[in-house]
């Protein structure tokens, strides 16, 4: 129980600070659906030229591509260089999804945008399915007030699952390396 609590401690202290990485120039973006505001900086990125497309992944089946158009009032650029990604109902599917798209693109180097809780499970799960791909983070504020039971009981449960995704990518990288 005391190793649990150290990991869980050790997780909350290291997770990214949002707006503070100064992001480089990669070849694609990508930005998960979820809580908190993802696709706004996601858009600036690619309006700022630091990156050639934007996925949108995780995309739920009944939104059009004109709805979020009209939500991040995006113009040209939105119409020629993004791309909604709709197959992904998890991380590892976000993961799966935009892995197809950056082979499709042949991209080396991907701008992740999550929130920054989110953003630890993230690129292990990306970069299981990518480890040729160079993976930058670009974590976003959560949009919670101030820390309360619920966002102890949110963190605690994306710390189990990162414990989950992290297992799996190194029994999947063994896999690997043993057939190799």
């Known amino acids: 129980m005391v190793a649990v609590l150290a990991g ?50 995780g995309v739920n089946p009944s939104t059009t591509k004109g709805s979020l158009k009209n939500l991040l009032h995006g113009g040209e650029l939105f119409d020629c260089c993004v791309d909604l990604g709709f197959s992904a109902l998890d991380t590892r599917g976000n993961a799966e999804e935009t892995a197809r798209w950056a082979r499709d693109h042949h991209y080396k180097s991907l701008i992740i945008v999550t929130v920054d809780y989110h953003m630890p499970r993230s690129l292990v799960e990306f970069g299981s399915e990518m480890p040729e791909v160079k993976l930058i983070p670009y974590p976003v504020a959560d949009a919670i007030d101030s820390p309360n039971w619920l966002t102890v009981r949110r ?6 699952k990162y414990l989950a995704s992290s297992v799996r990518a190194f029994v999947i990288s063994s896999t690997h390396q043993a057939q190799a």
């Open 8 to 57: 869980f401690v050790a997780f909350v202290a290291s997770l990214p600070e949002p707006g503070s990485a100064r992001v480089e120039s990669a070849d694609g973006i990508v930005a998960l659906t979820g809580e908190g505001g993802r696709l706004v900086p996601a858009m600036d990125l690619l309006e700022d030229g630091l990156g050639q497309r934007l996925l949108i992944s």
């Open 155 to 160: 963190l605690g449960s994306e710390y189990f």
